[in-house]
């Protein structure tokens, strides 16, 4: 504890600028010595507190520089200023000093206005308890630490906060550029994935090209269904993708026939014995043996393996039903149907239409999913308002040009089928028939449905 005895505006203290550790330093300031002796009596037992003592404002401001002091005790009437003028300077300072004030009771109306303001923390009526004085210091150091304890606590939880928002931020930043990386991986991903689909579709197309020279009627068909096919995606809203896959195992769905004898591939299906059956029932494993193993294929060879499956499972060769069926299967397998179905021989085109439409629409929710049918049955009725009455030619082999759609398939004398029903010529076709016809006359008339242009069509991923 220090003693003032000093001139005024001196500081007493064991040292205006030292605080002892382990102590609360409380600051008494009062003009008058007496009071201050007293206070110095008071509080000399309590040594809790390193007391200062200073004998006006100006005193205890200077010692305010270099010492934190936790608690002011204060006069209100002094002669170098008031004590509420005191205590906002010394708030200006020490923000979070508790302050007491001593007045007397003529005072009271202006230390009112310091409590409203949040300066004071409690005011003492002139003469005071000592008891109530000594309990009101230790309650003002109390609220000390408690706002201390408080502003500690906010502080620990803005900088907490802080450094969230800093590992949050550099978090976002390292996963934007991971997302770019996976971005820009991806599109090479798909462009490359792009490029082998359109490279497998150039092999399916130039395979079926060769596949209608040596066996017309699977080439003819397969075109026949890809072009369904791809009608049918087109409905399904595919992706690109999807679509080019379809496509591709639409045109080589029936290549497994290639090793069964002709005539069970002429036959109807209906009527092939047992054997005859077993033997045609081979075509679709056939085919995905010698696809799945090729890079590129192995989806594509599913999809053909399960073009004969049907959804109520009546299908061949695995019975597979409903869901354990792909899309693309579905829909090779009701385009490879509704051409059979339109194959078949008649005088009556529009009879036929007509009943084949009726026989995929029989086939709802029994052979195929119920989207399906519908999909078929919209192009059935699509090419119904664009026409069934096709003109039909007649013409002779030197009559034939480019663009030309056959009605009937071409043989020659021997007996060989050249072309198939439905095939479009173009020059290279022509030229090899003209050639054949010099060593294997072709037998009979041409049939033409009618003249198309012949389309190119190009591989353009971006479509
Ligand atoms: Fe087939
Ligand atoms: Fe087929």
């Not at 092939?272 to 192995?298: M, Q, V």
């Not at 029903?421 to 020059?427: A, C, R, S, W, Y």
Request: proline share 3%; glycine share 4%.
């Amino acid at each position: 504890m220090t003693t003032s005895t000093k001139s005024d505006n001196q500081v007493d203290a064991r040292s205006a600028s030292s605080s002892v550790p382990g102590k609360h330093n409380i600051l008494f300031v009062d003009d008058e010595p007496n009071i201050l002796n007293a206070l110095k009596r008071l509080f000399r037992t309590q040594s809790q507190y390193e007391c200062h003592f200073a004998d006006g404002p100006a005193a205890a401001l200077a010692l305010l520089i270099d010492t934190h002091v936790k608690v002011v005790v204060c006069d209100h009437r002094m002669p170098q200023m008031e004590g509420a003028e005191f205590l906002a300077r010394l708030k200006k300072k020490r923000p979070d000093t508790v302050c007491i004030m001593l007045t007397g009771q003529a005072n009271l109306k202006d230390v009112e206005t310091a409590v409203n303001e949040g300066s004071l923390f409690k005011f003492v009526l002139k003469p005071w308890d000592d008891n109530e004085l000594k309990s009101l210091v230790a309650s003002a150091l109390e609220k000390y630490e408690a706002n201390k304890g408080k502003k500690n606590l906010a502080t620990a939880v803005k900088e907490t906060e802080n450094k969230l928002q800093q590992e949050n931020e550099e978090l976002l930043k390292t996963n934007d550029e991971r997302t770019e990386q996976l971005i820009s991986a991806l599109e090479t991903a798909q462009q490359a994935n792009s490029k082998l689909h359109c490279t497998l579709h150039e092999i399916a197309k130039a395979f079926c090209v060769v596949l209608e020279l040596a066996r017309p009627d699977i080439g003819v068909h397969s075109n026949r269904v890809a072009k369904t096919v791809n009608q049918l995606c087109e409905i399904a809203n595919m992706s690109f993708q999807d679509r080019r896959e379809a496509e591709i195992a639409a045109l080589l769905h029936d290549i497994g026939q290639i090793g069964l004898p002709r005539y069970i591939i002429e036959k109807s299906r209906d009527c092939l014995n047992d054997n005859e059956r077993l033997a045609y029932e081979t075509h679709p494993a056939a085919c995905y043996e010698n696809l799945k193993s090729i890079n590129g294929f192995d989806r594509i060879a599913a999809f053909i393996f399960a073009h004969h499956e049907r959804y109520n499972g009546t299908g061949f060769p695995r019975k597979l039903k409903a869901g354990d069926i792909s899309t693309q299967s579905y829909l090779i397998g009701i385009a490879d149907e509704y051409d059979h179905l339109m194959q078949r021989v008649t005088s009556d085109p529009t009879l036929l239409f007509e009943q084949t439409y009726d026989a995929i629409s029989n086939m709802s929710d029994t052979l195929f999913p119920r989207s399906v049918v519908d999909s078929m049955l919209a192009i059935m009725d699509r090419n119904r308002s664009e026409g069934l009455e096709e003109e039909v030619k007649e013409v002779s082999l030197n009559d034939l040009a480019p663009g030309d759609v056959l009605a009937r398939n071409i043989y020659t004398v021997s007996g060989t089928m050249l072309l198939a029903v439905d095939t479009m010529l173009d020059h290279r076709k022509l030229l090899r028939l003209r050639s054949i016809d010099k060593v294997d006359a072709i037998l009979g008339t041409m049939r033409i449905r009618k003249r198309e242009t012949t389309n190119t069509h190009h591989c353009d991923s971006s479509s």
